[in-house]
């Protein structure tokens, strides 16, 4: 980064700190109490405030943390050293309840002097703002000093930071920069004294804590981690307000703190909350909460916040690094990443509250990032670059969802969404039933919580295609679908379950894929599953039947299974007796049996093993559950009001075990990861409007008609088997279809007599979803089709498979006769 102009003078001060490069980078509390922006999307940066301080803060994009923290230390030079972090007690205050505008009263402890701090973005500008005023007995407020210390992590790294000490227009001010992007620390008073030092060894906590009072003062520090601190002078400024203001180059973001700077703290307020009061909350919701509608309203500018102001309907998991405190610059994606699963959860909320234009936004955004085969990135950074690169079905079966619920609420616009769907049910058709991820990201597969989203998917798919008068495509996609429903639960349950003394047969949390299937595991025996993330020295492997989750719910939700389905119902039994955690605030439920994703057993921080912990958003899906059951839901709704933070954040997990006062542990309260976690307030919103509307928001008629109903009275039978030449099947009952089905098109060669008769057939083209050939069978007819495939090459022979296959025919057992 070149040097200032002349208008800019740089303050040499003490020199160079010392202490280079200082300590490895960390991040902060993971633990949000607010996470804000301005409404406006001219105002292109988000901060987080915790335990009464600011955290990160987002700049250009949502996804890029350019600060640790910042907060204000005070001593009175020869007594005491107070941080904020650790020698306050605060309270926690929305300024106006439509308005993620933030209120801090921090005492001190021994009720000397308290720090009122408001938080705010200059609405149209990439400037935090934070308003102070400092009250008390005077006789301690005259001897007082007080210091804002900032710790930059520009692009989103502690690593390689610089720091200078600068005058601008006769104001001391501090700046620092990592390649293009600037950082401008100053105050509306500007700081008497500055310095810039390395993280660890020549910061000025360093220094507040070895002499009580500011000794150092180093005018610049390259290359490091880096912490810089401006002195405020209260004896005559007892309120004042500091600005953190971000450029592409020093200029911008100096000339922007400035400008901020020069109009008054109460009118970028006024300007911040009257925009947020366009907001309106959803009618209704407010009459199912238990909280007056306080934490509806707040989780729908959680979700507002999360979206990006660049790339519009992009929305992120979280604005937060789970464990942060232990995670340094190794771990660049945090949650500030897009995961489509996440984003259609947002997305699907906002619809729910009335939101089109925003759940339009999202799919346009997700329509722009799908990939050729129309799939999408495990998870993404704002700008489509993909992070993690695992397939997972339910991701791509989302957004066809979402398409379809925008379809029937006549909320698409002008947005042909019929070639996106298209290439989205192409690739659930080449992958599925098994999946290489499953909700948990962790294994492959045939999961019931990922086989309910591509069912539904595949069905809303048939629906948009058959409107479009793609019939024989509309067909196809519906006759995969109901292929995967009739095996659903043959793939998905054990008939030998362990986990509960009283039921045998239950879903499992997933099968994994058998030899010669797609994502098989040679180093694992038939029917183990590992889970990667247990403590070292805990067994790792178990059999498939030995592990459950909730997940099986998502086949009530999105309506293939009744909420009264025997399996559902006993299956539940053994959830509820393996997974069920009571709290002082209500219950919740772990991910499933033998999770390490969480808190370690003694309260620490997760560092890839630990214990998995209860989890909010699963008592959701619970309430979901019972109010299709009929059942009382209240109660979840209650416990998801009570799981949040004091600024109403809920945390991706609950600590669920007895108190920790040391590690700071408390049963029922954020465990240290994701605060918040974006889908959880999605999944409370959901079930507000689920209760408003007296049905579940997330219901599918379209599949609850097809599937939710007597097997007597459906309006279809499933007589086919689908063979595909990367999960071939050895069999089928007579009487039934065989599909031959591959990406490309083929001509069947076969047989059913052994050769004496030989029989061919070219398959038919559905575009993006293949080709396919269908081998009928006789009733009562026995024996083995016999078949092999080729494959034409223009200006070539034939490419052929190489070898024949055997399907046989079996007699149709009486238990499964109608």
């Keep these: ?171 001391r001010c501090l700046l620092a920069w990592k390649g293009e992007t600037s950082l401008a620390f100053g105050v509306s008073c500007g700081f008497v004294r500055s310095s810039c030092g390395y993280a660890g060894t020549s910061d000025g906590y360093q220094n507040l804590i070895q002499d009580m009072r500011m000794s150092w003062q180093f005018g610049q520090a390259l290359d490091g981690n880096i912490a810089v601190m401006g002195e405020i002078d209260i004896a005559r400024n007892r309120e004042f307000t500091v600005a953190i203001s971000f450029g592409d180059g020093h200029h911008a973001a100096i000339a922007q703190m400035m400008q901020t700077l020069a109009s008054p703290y109460e009118l970028h307020q006024k300007r911040f909350v009257d925009q947020w009061q366009r907001v309106n909350p959803p009618a209704g919701f407010a009459a199912v909460s238990t909280d007056g509608g306080r934490l509806m309203r707040i989780s729908q500018n959680v979700l507002l916040t999360h979206e990006d102001k660049t790339y519009s309907g992009a929305f992120i998991a979280s604005a937060s690094v789970p464990w942060g405190a232990s995670k340094g610059d190794s771990d660049l994606g945090g949650y500030h990443l897009v995961w489509t699963r996440d984003m259609v959860q947002t997305a699907s909320a906002l619809l729910a509250c009335g939101r089109t234009d925003t759940a339009l936004r999202a799919l346009v955004y997700l329509a722009c990032t799908q990939k050729p085969d129309g799939s999408f990135a495990q998870n993404f950074w704002i700008d489509g670059t993909p992070y993690w690169t695992g397939i997972q079905l339910d991701e791509v079966a989302f957004p066809i969802i979402l398409a379809w619920r925008l379809w029937k609420q006549n909320g698409l616009g002008n947005f042909d969404v019929f070639p996106f769907v298209e290439r989205a049910a192409a690739f659930l058709v080449r992958y599925a039933p098994i999946t290489q991820q499953e909700r948990w990201e962790e294994a492959a597969g045939y999961s019931p919580s990922t086989l309910a989203a591509v069912i539904s998917g595949l069905i809303c798919a048939a629906d948009i295609a058959r409107a479009r008068q793609s019939t024989e495509l509309a067909d196809y996609l519906e006759t995969y679908a109901d292929w995967i429903e009739s095996h659903l639960d043959e793939w998905t349950t054990t008939t030998e379950g362990v986990l509960h003394p009283d039921v045998k047969y239950h879903y499992m949390r997933i099968r994994p894929p058998a030899k010669g299937e797609p994502f098989h595991d040679d180093s694992l025996p038939p029917g183990v ?35 009264d389905d025997p399996l559902i119902v006993d299956s539940l039994k053994v959830v509820d007796h393996c997974l069920k955690i009571e709290t002082p605030f209500g219950v919740s439920w772990r991910r499933y049996n033998h999770d ?49 933070s004091v600024g109403g954040m809920l945390p991706e997990q609950v600590w669920d075990y007895d108190d920790i006062p040391s590690r700071g542990m408390y049963r029922g309260r954020s465990a240290g990861s994701a605060q918040p976690l974006v889908w959880a307030h999605a999944e409370y919103l959901k079930l507000l409007r689920s209760a408003a509307d007296g049905r579940v928001f997330d219901r599918i008629q379209v599949v609850a008609d097809r599937y939710a109903v007597a097997k007597e009275k459906r309006s279809f039978t499933n007589h086919i088997e689908i063979f595909e030449p990367g999960r071939p099947i050895c069999s089928l009952y007579s009487g039934h279809t065989l599909r031959v089905v591959d990406r490309e098109h083929f001509r069947i060669v076969y047989t059913y007599d052994n050769w004496a008769t030989t029989l061919t057939l070219d398959s038919r083209s559905v575009g993006y979803s293949g080709s396919f050939v269908d081998i009928p069978t006789g009733a009562g007819q026995v024996g083995k089709i016999t078949f092999t495939l080729a494959w034409p090459v223009e200006g070539q022979p034939d490419r052929w498979l190489g070898r024949n296959i055997d399907v046989s025919i079996d007699p149709v057992p009486a238990s499964t006769k109608v």
């Design 529 to 563: 599953i590992r889970i990667n993330n247990r403590e070292p020295g805990e067994k790792n492997e178990f059999e498939a039947r030995e592990v459950i989750d909730g997940g099986f719910l998502e086949l009530v939700r999105y309506g293939i299974r009744r909420a």
């Design 596 to 644: 390490g994703y969480g808190q370690k057993k003694d309260g620490g921080p997760y560092d890839g093993s630990g214990q998995g912990r209860a989890w909010p958003i699963l008592t959701g899906e619970r309430g979901h559950y019972e109010l299709c059951a009929g059942k009382d839901f209240s109660k979840y709704i209650k416990a998801i009001e009570q799981f949040s």
């Design 1 to 171: 980064m070149s040097d200032l102009t002349a208008s800019y003078r740089w303050l040499d001060d003490d020199g160079a700190a010392f202490g280079a490069p200082g300590m490895e980078p960390r991040w902060t509390s993971s633990e949000k109490d607010a996470v804000s922006t301005a409404y406006a999307a001219s105002s292109r940066v988000w901060f987080t405030v915790s335990h009464g301080t600011l955290n990160e803060i987002y700049y250009p994009t949502i996804d890029r943390p350019q600060t640790r923290d910042m907060e204000l230390l005070f001593s009175d030079g020869e007594t005491f050293v107070h941080e904020e972090k650790r020698s306050f007690e605060y309270d926690f205050h929305y300024i106006d309840e439509a308005a993620p505008a933030v209120r801090v009263v921090a005492s001190d402890l021994d009720g000397r002097y308290t720090v009122t701090k408001e938080f705010i973005c200059d609405p149209h500008h990439p400037v935090v703002l934070m308003n102070v005023k400092i009250e008390g007995d005077e006789d301690v407020l005259s001897r007082l000093k007080c210091y804002a210390l900032l710790a930059p992590h520009l692009n989103g790294g502690g690593a390689g930071n610089s720091a200078r000490s600068i005058d601008v227009a006769g104001q």
